[in-house]
Nanobody, 123 residues
Framework: QVQLVESGGGLVQPGGSLRLSCAAS????????MGWYRQAPGKQRELVAT???????VFADSVKGRFTISGDNAKNTVILQMNSLKPEDTAVYYC?????????????????WGQGTQVTVSS
């Protein structure tokens, strides 16, 4: 089993910054992609940003130029740096990992999700 532990959410004023961290642990063979999704009240979960083990990055158009994402393959962690935050960034942010793991000598590719961390942007 794999666990994703998120940290760094909170309340911030418009224009402020927050840094979200996510660490994966457990029976990991290799992480292919890590990233962040978010879900605002009454809306569907949406992509924020992802990064592959090779360093390829995808951003949602709504956060380009304001958010950055970085990963540490050795530590199985991903960081989302959020700058110039807007009220519309308010949501629960979920860490996700697409990874390979072994279970009874069989290799599986699975997707795991964290519990989510609340980000609120308000004055």
């Amino acid at each position: 089993q794999v666990q994703l532990v998120e940290s760094g959410g909170g309340l911030v004023q418009p224009g402020g910054s927050l840094r979200l961290s996510c660490a994966a642990s457990g029976s990991i063979f290799i992480i292919n992609t890590m990233g962040w999704y978010r879900q605002a009240p009454g809306k569907q979960r949406e992509l924020v940003a992802t990064i592959t083990s090779g360093g390829s990055i995808v951003f949602a158009d709504s956060v380009k130029g304001r958010f950055t994402i970085s990963g540490d393959n050795a530590k199985n962690t991903v960081i989302l740096q959020m700058n110039s935050l807007k009220p519309e960034d308010t949501a629960v942010y979920y860490c996700t990992a697409n990874l390979d793991e072994y279970e009874k000598s069989v290799r599986y590719r699975r997707v795991y999700w964290g519990q989510g961390t609340q980000v609120t942007v308000s004055s």
